[in-house]
């Protein structure tokens, strides 16, 4: 018989935590509520990556105007 081990299952929490320690060890932070709250989102499932990121970039051009493309 093998001794198959699964890993344990990915919380959405446990993906914001290794983002958020990603971005610290780069030298940076999200604080932005809109945009904790698009990656919580995202993390669980509720929207898409892609779609987080979309809105995110929306958001961002709205506060400061600036159109990264």
Known sequence: MSDIRT?????????????????YLAGHTVSDPYLRELHAKAASGEITVEEAGHLGEEYLYAKFGVNHE
């Open 7 to 23: 890993a344990p299952s990915v919380t959405p929490q446990d993906c914001l935590n290794f983002a958020d320690a990603a971005l």
